[in-house]
């Protein structure tokens, strides 16, 4: 191996004692250190390093990775060691350093989602978890407080941690244990996972459907990169489809980093963990077996092993949330995003980064095959598809013949609904002649808790969070104000807190608990199940809740975007839309787009099985383009149209967008440095640069908020040009300048 005159390799491999480590620290992403004795570190190693008087984790990189302010190799320090667990993979090192690039998030901080469970990197091992002990010790003092802690413990296992997550608190949890009221359980901490067996069931397919199955495994059998978009109308079967792709990457084989022969890997990202659960039932008939799961659900012990079980090639399918993203594969051979086009594949803390074009290149780095999944593809990833950069999988018929649910408008200024009340009268007539045929209604209304206003009629107070600029939203379920941006809470007051008066509150506008409310009054026999991320939270929840409407005990849903796909249920045949036009308020560019995506996926539940099925849209807007779009079922119509809009704003895809978020506790601060950076603002030719100006969020979490919009022509390097701008202004440590490449949320 040969080196440069200053000792730095290059073919990337480290040299002679210096090795060069990305740690996850903030602030402090890249140190060199001296290899320890007798070991010669390479890329990739996962070690431990001394960091003042601490050790912390981190990976040897690339030396020509990073540029650093050399030290004398005698003022190095020795690396602690290699961690036990296999080197992070090429491919995954080369991801962390595009994204890192391309958001301009610092590196440490995208290796920190890499190395996101800390427990994985240290030796297997026997851990501790705690349940109610069968027989509660005598003598015991047996408190309210500790009586109510062993109910909401009941039947439950796991560490002080992950039993602190039902509403007990660490410390009540310590206090049992130390009483032997929980007993102590010795688990092992890396179980075998699941192994799918791609011949396990052999699935039905249709002409139509094989055919898309066999587009979507070729690249998967030739091994090599191809991004394809499967679209597919709602029930068509795409889940189905890119089964058979699934298949395919199982059968392929490779050698894994502990050396045995290893089946190929297929990480599946879901938009939201509730609906994981009607894919999980599809996944077990086809594949005999559960897939790895990934997602804020799981326990301290879970994530342990499946962050192991991925990294060593044992996971064979990996399916989760946005953050699946960064486990370390050995031997990836597929990649599919479901539910594409959903906005919650974009991270808006920390690194903002958007899973499904993370999801690309990391298929293109990894040599392997990408499958979006949508009814509803984006416009940026239809037009891929339509230039060709994308192959274009259609499945345009629903299975088994069903056919697709009518779609009629109510015009709310012709037909207002009765004070009080939030379904007009056609609707409810509606609804009622659905359920005297025995079928199920689903509600829709993207808007969570009993009213998003509390105001007071005597001096006008709008109850607002202390910690950002947003309305309390009243939680009636749980008997308080809720704040859905910092995650604030309070009782609903008795009086107005600001002029005192006890009988002047009330609730402003509609939530879906309301609209349950008044389901519950007007029709009594109706039985009900309000349907939020408030209420179905978990796997287990969404199983519970599935099985209440297969077996009948709910027949009217009433709920919000967590309704709107994944969920088949045959005898749901009326879909009503509360306010179709809530969606199209404020000024997001792609509110039509959001507005005919969200609108088409609910609509997408009715009418799935034998029943056909109705969907009616209450608005003030009937002439709004999008909903005569959807009325009309004129898909390819709105997508032009949308298109045909964006290109003469030169918006996205036909230009780019960033933005500059500045934060900080100290009002004149965050304005101070907004000045100077509106200072020393760029002037070039195809870049516009607009603010700065208050956020319309304009307090969150107790920081002040003020915000750049940067749009420039497609094709111009925005990163190089925001980093050489942010280089030529200094602010306060308290103000936080992030980036926000191709953003989706302009809050």
């Not at 609903?492 to 349950?516: F, H, M, N, W, Y």
């Not at 919000?560 to 994944?566: R, S, V």
């Not at 500059?660 to 603002?681: K, Y």
Request: charge should be neutral; charged fraction near 25%; glycine fraction near 8%.
């Amino acid at each position: 191996m040969s080196t440069s005159s200053d000792g730095k390799p290059q073919d990337g491999r480290t040299t002679g004692n210096r090795v060069r480590v990305l740690l996850c620290q903030h602030g402090l992403s890249v140190l060199d250190y001296k290899n320890p004795e007798g070991e010669a570190l390479q890329p990739g190693d996962v070690v431990r390093v001394p960091l003042g008087p601490r050790q912390v984790p981190g990976v040897v990189w690339d030396p020509e990775s990073f540029a650093v302010q050399e030290v004398a190799e005698s003022r190095l320090r020795p690396v602690a060691g290699r961690l036990p667990v296999p080197a992070l993979p090429e491919a995954t090192r080369k991801l962390v350093a595009w994204t890192s690039r391309y958001y301009m998030a610092p590196a440490g901080a995208v290796l920190r989602m890499v190395l996101s469970v800390s427990d994985a990197l240290e030796e297997a091992k026997t851990i501790t978890e705690y349940r109610v002990a069968e027989t509660l010790p005598a003598g015991a003092p047996l408190t309210k407080k500790r009586l109510e802690a062993l109910e909401l413990l009941a039947g439950q296992q796991g560490t002080v941690r992950d039993l602190a997550k039902s509403g007990v608190t660490e410390s009540m949890i310590r206090t049992l244990v130390s009483a032997g009221m929980l007993r102590p359980v010795p688990v092992a901490a890396d179980a075998p996972v699941p192994q799918p067996d791609p011949d396990f069931a052999q699935p039905v397919l249709n002409a139509e459907q094989a055919a898309a199955a066999e587009e979507l495994m070729a690249p998967v059998a030739e091994g090599r990169f191809a991004p394809l978009l499967l679209e597919g109308v709602t029930g068509s079967g795409k889940t189905e489809v890119y089964f058979e792709a699934v298949a395919e990457a199982l059968r392929q084989t490779n050698n894994g980093p502990d050396g045995e022969d290893r089946g190929g890997q297929v990480l599946v990202l879901l938009p939201e963990i509730a609906l994981t659960e009607p894919w999980l039932n599809r996944f077990r008939a086809r594949f005999g077996c559960e897939p790895t799961a990934w997602h804020s659900d799981l326990t301290q012990k879970e994530r342990r092993r499946a962050w192991r079980a991925a990294a060593s090639g044992e996971a064979r399918v990996v399916v989760g949330a946005r953050s699946a993203l960064f486990l370390p594969y050995p031997n990836l051979k597929l990649i599919v995003v479901d539910e594409e086009h959903e906005t919650t594949f974009k991270q808006e803390e920390g690194v903002l980064y958007h899973g499904r074009d993370v999801a690309v290149m990391r298929a293109s780095l990894e040599g392997c095959p990408v499958i979006l999944a949508s009814a509803t593809p984006a416009l940026e990833t239809r037009l891929n598809a339509e230039s060709g950069k994308y192959r274009h999988v259609r499945l345009p018929d629903r299975f088994g013949g069903a056919s697709m649910p009518a779609i009629a408008s109510l015009d709310l200024r012709r037909s207002p609904p009765e004070r009080g009340r939030w379904m007009c009268e056609p609707l409810h007539r509606q609804v009622v002649e659905t359920l005297d045929r025995g079928e199920q209604v689903l509600l829709f209304l993207n808007r969570r808790g009993y009213a998003p206003l509390t105001l007071c009629r005597t001096c006008g107070e709008r109850i607002t969070c202390p910690m950002c600029s947003a309305w309390l939203v009243e939680h009636r379920l749980t008997g308080r104000l809720h704040c859905h941006h910092c995650g604030f809470a309070t009782p609903i007051p008795k009086a107005c807190p600001s002029c005192g008066d006890t009988e002047s509150l009330v609730a402003c506008g509609p939530g879906v608990e309301r609209v349950a409310e008044e389901v519950e009054r007007v029709l009594p026999e109706a039985k009900v199940a309000v349907v939020t991320s408030d209420t179905v939270y978990s796997p287990a929840k969404a199983a519970a809740f599935v099985n209440s409407v297969e077996t009948g005990a709910v027949n009217v849903l009433v709920g919000t975007q967590i309704l709107a796909k994944g969920y088949h249920f045959p005898n749901l045949t009326l879909v009503g839309v509360i306010d179709a036009d809530l969606g199209l308020a404020g000024g997001d560019l792609r509110a039509s787009e959001r507005t005919f995506q969200q609108i088409t996926q609910v609509a997408g539940r009715a009418g799935r099985g034998a029943k056909p099925g109705r969907v009616i849209l209450q608005t003030y807007q009937p002439d709004a383009p999008v909903l005569k779009a959807l009325v009309k079922g004129d898909i390819e119509g709105f997508y032009r149209a949308e298109a045909a809009a964006r290109q003469r704003h030169d918006m996205p895809p036909f230009g780019r967008l960033a933005a500059l978020i500045l934060s900080g506790p100290d009002l004149n601060a965050v304005n101070d440095t907004a000045q100077s950076l509106g200072r020393a603002a760029p002037r070039v030719t195809g870049l516009e640069i607009l603010g700065p100006a208050p956020a319309p969020l304009a307090l969150l979490r107790g920081r002040h908020r003020v915000r750049f919009l940067i749009k420039a022509r497609k094709g111009m390097s925005l990163q190089t040009i925001m980093a050489e701008w942010l280089e030529r202004v200094r602010w306060p440590s308290s103000v936080r300048v992030t980036p926000d490449i191709d953003p989706q949320s302009f809050l």
